[in-house]
C-alpha cells in the first residue's frame, strides 16, 4: 500500500520487544523478607516515619520548662484557669492567655504502672499522676517520682522539678514529694 | 424523623488472632450472617452503608472502609467512615440510624472492624494511647489502663469504691460469657483469681481489663416499611443519644451533675462533676436516649443494659453515668446483685467487652447484634442452642427493652440506644 502507514500497536510491539527486552532483569537483590508463618503467610512490615511536628500555639509551655517555668491558661472572658494550656476555652471558646502555674500542689488522683506502651514499657513500674493546684480549676498530668505505689496517696503535697537538659516534651517537668513519705494507710 | 429498625445482625467470633482472613472478609462474614437471618431482603434493597473502624495504625491500610464496602457488593452506593475512638461502633450504629430515620435510605447497612493482632501488644497500647494529647498526655507514659487507673483511684477516693467491687465485675461478665458461644474469653473466675492476676496499672489487674481483638461486626437498619415486609420480628430502635467531653481528662471540669429525669439536685450538693471519677459525655448521651425513649425509671423501663467494660471500673462509673444507681454508689450496686443474670438489671449478660473481647471498630455494633438476639428471644438459636443468658421481660404491660453504650478515650465519645421488642 502506498502513502503513510500506520503501524498497529500490536505487530509494533511484536517486531520490537523479543530481541531488545529479552535479557533485561529486575536486578536481584539479598535482602529477604522476614517469614513468620506460611499458612497463611505472615511476613514482618517495618512502619517508622519522622515528623516535623510543631508545638504552634503550645510552644510557649514547651520553652517555659526548659527556663523551669509551668505555664497554663486563663480565658478572656469567664477566667478559666488551665493547668495544661489550651490556646481556646472548653467552657466558653474564647481565647485565653498564658498565666503562670504554682510549682507545688497535691496529686489529686494517681496510679503506679506496671505495663505500658511499647515506648515506655522499659520505664516501667513508673507512677502517673494528676495534679491539682490552689486557684486553678483544671490538672495536669505528669509522672511522680520518688514514692512506690504503697507509699502514693491522694492529697500528698507534691513540688515540681525540671530536667537539667530539656527534651522538650512534657517529661521535662516531673514532680516529687514535698512532705514525708510514709506506707499508706487506705487504699488510695 | 421515621421509626428506624434494626432487622438483623452478624458477629464474628472475636479472637486474639484471626491471621486467616482479612478484615474484608471479616466483615463479609458478619455481613453474610446477617443477610441470611432476613433472607426476605434482597441484596439491591440496601440503600448504603456506614463503615467503622478505629485506627488507621492497626489496619496499615489508609481507606480501608472501601476495600469491605467493595466486598460486600455495595458499590457504586453511598457509604462513609465513622470514626470516635472505642465508641466507633456505636458511632457508627447511630449514623446508620439518622440514614433511615431522615428518609435518606430505606435499608442501611452498618459494619466495622478491627485487627488489633497485627502488632504486639505493647505497640498496640501505644496505637490506642495515641488517642490521647499527643503534646501534653501520650509522651507521659501513653497507655490507657494508667488512664483508667487514675479514675479508678479518685473514684475510690470519693466513694469509698474497693477493688473487690471492681473484681466482681469481672466475675460477672465472665460468668455470663461461659454461656455465650461468641465470646473470646470463658472463664470461671472469683474475686481471688482478679485480684491476684498480674498487676497492670494499680488497682487495675490483668483481669480488670479488656483484651485486644480481631473481628467485624455488622447491623441491618431499616424504616417501618421495609422491616414489616422482610422481618417476622424487628427490634425497634426507640431513642439515640452521644455526647462528648474534653480529650484530656486533666481538662474535666469540676461543677454540677447533668440531672436525668428520676434524680434530685440535693443528691449531689457537694459532688464536684465530672472530674475523673465520672463520664459527663456518658450521662449527655445516656440523658438524651432516655429522653427521645420515654425512660424515666430506669430501672424499672429498662431490662437489661449492654455497656463498655473496657475496664471494670468503668463499667461501675457507668452504672452511675446510666442512672441505674446514683453518682458514688456503683460499687454497692455490683455488690448488691442488681446488675447480676438474675438481677433487677442485667448488665452485659453477653459478657461484655471484658469476656467477649473489644476488636474496637466492631464492638458498638457486637453490642447491638447481642441486644438484637435478646430482644427477638433469638439467644438461643445463635448460641447452639444455649440460652442461659437470654433474657426475659421485667413488665407484661410494655415489650422487651434494652440499652447498649458504646465508649471512646477516656470518656471523649459516648453512645447510648435504646431497642425495644416488636413481638
Ligand atoms: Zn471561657
Redesign the interface.
Known amino acids: 500500500m502506498p502513502g503513510k502507514e500506520v503501524p498497529s500497536g500490536k505487530s509494533a510491539a511484536k517486531a520490537q520487544t523479543k530481541p531488545r527486552y529479552d535479557k533485561i532483569k529486575l536486578p536481584e537483590t539479598d535482602e529477604g523478607t522476614m517469614v513468620f ?1 506460611l499458612d ?1 503467610l ?1 511476613i514482618k ?1 517495618h ?1 517508622a516515619i519522622d515528623y516535623l511536628h510543631s ?1 504552634a500555639e ?1 510552644s510557649p509551655f514547651f520553652a517555659g520548662l526548659a527556663e523551669g517555668k509551668l505555664r497554663g491558661s486563663e480565658c478572656i472572658k469567664c477566667h478559666y484557669r ?3 494550656p ?1 490556646a481556646c476555652c ?2 466558653c471558646g474564647k481565647k485565653t492567655k498564658w498565666i503562670e502555674l504554682p510549682l507545688a500542689g497535691r496529686i ?14 522499659k ?1 516501667t513500674p ?1 507512677n ?3 495534679i491539682e493546684f490552689d486557684g486553678i ?7 511522680l517520682i520518688g514514692p512506690t ?1 504503697e507509699e502514693m496517696r ?1 492529697g500528698m503535697k507534691v513540688r515540681a522539678k525540671f530536667r537539667r537538659n530539656s527534651k522538650f ?3 521535662d517537668v516531673y514532680f516529687v514529694p514535698d512532705e514525708p513519705v510514709a506506707r499508706r494507710e487506705g ?2 | 424523623m421515621r421509626p428506624v429498625y434494626m432487622i438483623s445482625g452478624g458477629i464474628t467470633k472475636f479472637t486474639k488472632a484471626n491471621p486467616r482472613q482479612s478484615f474484608r472478609l471479616m466483615v463479609k462474614e458478619s455481613f453474610d450472617y446477617a443477610m441470611h437471618d432476613v433472607p426476605k431482603l434482597r441484596h439491591d434493597m440496601i440503600d448504603g452503608s456506614v463503615v467503622s473502624y478505629f485506627s488507621d495504625h492497626f489496619t496499615r491500610q489508609l481507606m480501608a472502609g472501601i476495600m469491605a464496602t467493595d466486598f460486600l457488593g455495595l458499590c457504586p452506593k453511598p457509604n462513609k467512615r465513622v470514626e470516635g475512638g472505642g465508641a466507633t461502633g456505636g458511632l457508627c450504629f447511630q449514623a446508620a440510624w439518622e440514614a433511615v430515620a431522615s428518609g435518606r435510605m430505606n435499608v442501611c447497612a452498618a459494619y466495622g472492624f478491627e485487627t488489633m493482632s497485627h502488632v504486639n501488644t505493647w505497640k498496640g497500647n501505644e496505637f490506642i494511647a495515641l488517642a490521647s494529647d499527643t503534646n501534653f498526655d501520650y509522651p507521659v507514659g501513653g497507655f490507657y489502663s494508667g488512664y483508667y487507673a487514675m479514675m479508678a483511684v479518685r473514684h475510690m477516693y470519693e466513694f469509698g469504691t474497693t477493688v473487690e467491687q471492681m473484681a466482681m465485675v469481672s466475675v460477672k461478665n465472665h460468668k455470663n460469657a461461659l454461656h455465650n458461644t461468641w465470646a473470646q474469653k470463658h472463664l470461671d473466675l472469683t474475686v481471688e483469681d482478679v485480684r491476684k492476676a498480674p498487676m497492670v496499672a494499680y488497682p487495675l489487674t490483668l483481669l480488670d481489663i479488656c483484651t485486644m481483638s480481631d473481628g467485624a461486626a455488622c447491623c441491618l437498619l431499616a424504616s417501618e416499611e421495609v422491616a414489616a415486609k422482610v422481618c417476622a420480628r424487628p427490634v425497634k430502635i426507640i431513642g439515640v443519644g452521644c455526647g462528648t467531653d474534653a480529650m484530656r481528662m486533666a481538662d474535666r471540669p469540676h461543677g454540677n451533675v447533668i440531672l436525668l429525669k428520676h434524680e434530685e439536685p440535693s443528691w449531689y450538693k457537694n459532688l464536684k462533676y465530672p472530674g475523673v471519677h465520672s463520664f459527663r459525655a456518658g450521662r449527655m448521651a445516656t440523658k438524651l436516649a432516655y429522653e427521645q425513649a420515654g425512660i424515666e425509671q430506669p430501672l424499672e423501663d429498662l431490662d437489661f443494659v449492654e455497656l463498655h467494660d473496657a475496664y471494670t471500673s468503668s463499667e461501675i462509673q457507668t452504672y452511675e453515668d446510666m442512672g441505674l444507681c446514683r453518682y458514688g454508689e456503683g460499687g454497692k450496686f455490683i455488690e448488691s446483685g442488681a446488675p447480676a443474670l438474675k438481677g433487677k438489671i442485667p448488665v452485659n449478660p453477653s459478657g461484655g467487652l471484658i469476656a467477649c473481647g473489644h476488636p474496637v471498630g466492631a464492638t458498638g455494633l457486637m453490642q447491638a447484634v447481642f441486644a438484637f438476639w435478646q430482644l427477638q428471644g433469638a439467644v438461643a438459636q445463635h448460641n447452639n442452642g444455649d440460652g442461659a443468658i437470654q433474657i426475659k421481660p421485667k413488665k407484661k404491660s410494655r415489650p422487651l427493652r434494652g440499652a447498649i453504650h458504646s465508649h471512646a478515650g477516656t470518656g471523649t465519645y459516648v453512645t447510648v440506644s435504646i431497642m425495644e421488642s416488636t413481638q
Open positions: 508463618n497463611p505472615i512490615q512502619y508545638y503550645d488551665y493547668a495544661t489550651r472548653m467552657q489529686h488522683s494517681w496510679t503506679t504502672c506496671y505495663f505500658g506502651s511499647e515506648a515506655f514499657l520505664e513508673f502517673l499522676a494528676l480549676n483544671t490538672l495536669l498530668l505528669t509522672r505505689q491522694v516534651d512534657p517529661t487504699a488510695v
